[in-house]
């Protein structure tokens, strides 16, 4: 697997996508599914493939202001790397 940096371009994986109502949105994988709320749910609307993950740090500090910019960036890429090993994000 490929290191998580700031110039990936996270996306979902080949046979993952978005599934449910918009107010239940989930992921959808071939070995089952993810109900995404809050955070989790932000962070994966923005991996796109267009999108690094400098990108959608930056969005996501200007969002949460008030948190400290090292654990947002620690949190995302923990997140990405967890989603990564499931086999559900790729970069």
Not at 65 to 85: N, V, W, Y
Request: with cysteine.
């Amino acid at each position: 697997m490929a290191p998580l940096t700031d110039a990936s371009q996270p996306r979902l994986a080949a046979g993952c996508k978005w599934g449910g109502t918009e107010e239940d949105r989930m992921i959808l994988f071939p070995e089952g599914a993810i109900k995404l709320q809050g955070t989790g749910r932000q962070v994966l609307e923005r991996c796109d493939g267009q999108r690094t993950l400098g990108e959608i740090i930056t969005d996501l500090q200007k969002e949460f202001g008030t948190t400290d910019p090292e654990k947002i960036r620690a949190d995302i890429s923990t997140f990405l790397e967890q989603l990564q090993k499931k086999r559900i994000v790729d970069y």
